[in-house]
């Protein structure tokens, strides 16, 4: 069974000073405000970490995650995040295609902090930058006709390799063949009995005896050879 892969993040940074978009979400809704957008960052990067779902349904969890003494209701939610999607603090467009709470600095932080993890799904609709200098990113609709066209190539590339290997084998057994005939005929002896050959230096000797263990490694019998005594 595959290994599950790991989504969303541990933990995530949060800068001591924040831009005048968050300051004006404290100015209106006090900390509360302030507390919300907090609570969504976590919510976003411990599930997916670059996003999450916002629909009704989500919005009724995680308002009942907050618990009863939070001070916050379905309608200050509401303000909140709507305030937060105005202002550029989540992408309105992301928002109202997918319901989907997301941003350009929440999506860079978190490809930075998985740069190291083998593989990282990612929806592809859902991304607001460029990924493509993250060699580890998987889209999720994609990923299965990747591997499957990755698949399909190293399997093309197996028959190719071996369908090579046994053309060079059998060019070398032809070429040995037609050695072996050759020095049969130089010598005076039948192909079918054992041949003697003799060679002038050591260095040819060496390489003799490589070739006899290419000719068995494709099936010929081996031959003899012998160094030319002075």
């Not at 405000?33 to 997916?48: D, N, P, R, T």
């Not at 937060?84 to 997301?102: N, P, V």
């Not at 009995?193 to 000719?215: F, P």
């Amino acid at each position: 069974m595959a290994r599950k892969i790991k989504e969303g993040l541990d933990y995530f940074e949060l800068d001591c000073r924040l831009n005048q978009k968050f300051k004006l979400i404290e100015a209106e809704f006090g900390l509360k405000g302030f507390a919300l957008i907090v609570k969504l960052w976590q919510q976003i990067y411990s599930q997916h970490g670059y996003y999450c779902e916002f629909s009704k349904d989500d919005k009724l969890l995680f308002l009942s995650e907050l618990g009863g003494n939070s001070g916050a209701d379905e309608n200050l939610i509401d303000q909140v995040v709507t305030a937060s999607i105005r202002r550029g603090i989540f992408s309105e467009d992301l928002y109202e295609k997918y319901q989907i709470l997301t941003s350009r600095r929440i999506q860079e932080q978190y490809f930075n902090a998985v740069s190291r993890r083998e593989i990282v799904e990612v929806e592809k609709a859902y991304l607001l930058l460029e990924v493509g200098n993250f060699s580890n990113i998987v889209y999720r609709n994609e990923e299965n006709v990747d591997r499957n066209e990755e698949n399909v190539d190293r399997n093309t590339q197996r028959k190719e390799k071996k369908r090579k290997e046994e053309k060079r084998k059998e060019e070398k057994r032809k070429e040995e063949e037609s050695k072996y005939e050759t020095s049969c005929t130089n010598n005076n002896t039948s192909s079918d009995s054992h041949l003697l050959v003799y060679v002038d230096t050591k260095e040819e000797l060496e390489e003799a005896l490589k070739r006899n263990e290419l000719r068995e490694e494709i099936g010929l019998p081996p031959i003899s050879y012998k160094l030319k005594e002075d």
